[in-house]
C-alpha cells in the first residue's frame, strides 16, 4: 500500500470516529431529555397557545403524531445543546490541515457563527411568533375555530428557525467574502438597494404570506448586512495569487546592411573620379588577335 492510500484511509478513520463521537453526544442528550418531551413541546408551542382564541387548542391529526412530534422535537433540542461538542470534533478533525492565520480567524467566525444562528432562533421565538400569531388571531373572522395541527406547527416553526438563523449569519458571510478577497467594501456599498429588494423577496419566500413577518425578516437582515460592511473594516484581504501574463517571445530582428543617411553623401568631383579610375589600372587584354 502507498503512502497516499495510508494517509487517506488514516484520514477515513479518523473522521469516522469523529463522527460516532457526535451522534454519541446527540444520543446521550436525547436519552437524557427523553422523560421532559411533552413539556419541551409545550415550551416550543407556548407562542401559539398564549394566542389562541379562549377555548381553543391544538390537534393532531396523525394517530401516532402525538408521539412523534414530541420526540423530533427533543431530539431538535439535543442536538442544539450537543452542538457545542459537535463542532468541537469538526473543528479538531479540521484543524491540522489550517495555517496558523487561517485557525486565527476560523475558531471566531465559527464561535460567532454559532451565537448569531441561536440569536436568530431566538429573535423569532421571543419576538416574530408572538407578532405573527397575534395577528392570525386578530384577523380570524367570527365563528372560525382557529387550530392547527402539532405537525405542521412545528414544520412552520422549524423552518422559521432556520430562515432566522441563516438571515442572523449575514455578518459573517460578508466578513469572510471580504477577508478573500471575492468582493470590497465599496462594491457593498453599491449593492445596497439589490440587497434591500433581495430582503423582502427573501422575506416573502420564507415567511408566512403576511406582512408583519416579511418586514420582520427584512429589516434585520438589511441592518446586519450593514454591521457586516462596518466589521469587514477591521478585517485584513488576503494576498489574491495572480498568473503573470504569458507574453510571447519577438521574433529576432532581421540583420539589415547600416543604411547611410542622406545627408553624409556627396557626388565625387571630376578629378576623384579620373583617380578612381586610374587606380583601377589599364583593361586586360583579352588575346584575341587585332
Known sequence: MSQLEESFLTHLFELRDRLIRALLAV????ICLFPWAKE?????A???????????QMIATDVVGVFLVPMKVTMMAAFLIALPYVLYQVWAFVAPGLYKHEKRLAL?????????????????????????????AGIAPEGVAWMTDIDKYLSFVLSTFVAFGVTFEVPVIVIVLVHMGVVTIPKLKEWRPYVVVGAFVIGAIFTPPDVVSQIMLAVPLCLLYELGILLSRF??????VESAPVTE?????ATEAPVVPASDWSPMSDAEMDKAIADLGPPKDSGKPG
Do not use: N, W
Request: glycine share 8%.
Open 27 to 30: 444520543g446521550i442528550v436525547f
Open 40 to 44: 419541551l413541546y409545550t415550551v416550543l
Open 46 to 56: 407556548q407562542p401559539l397557545l398564549d394566542k389562541l382564541p379562549k377555548g381553543g
Open 108 to 136: 471566531p467566525l465559527v464561535t460567532a457563527s454559532v451565537f448569531l444562528f441561536f440569536s436568530g432562533m431566538a429573535f423569532a421565538y421571543f419576538l416574530v411568533f408572538p407578532t405573527v400569531f397575534g395577528f392570525m
Open 235 to 240: 478585517v485584513t484581504v488576503s494576498p489574491r
Open 249 to 253: 517571445p519577438e521574433p529576432p530582428a
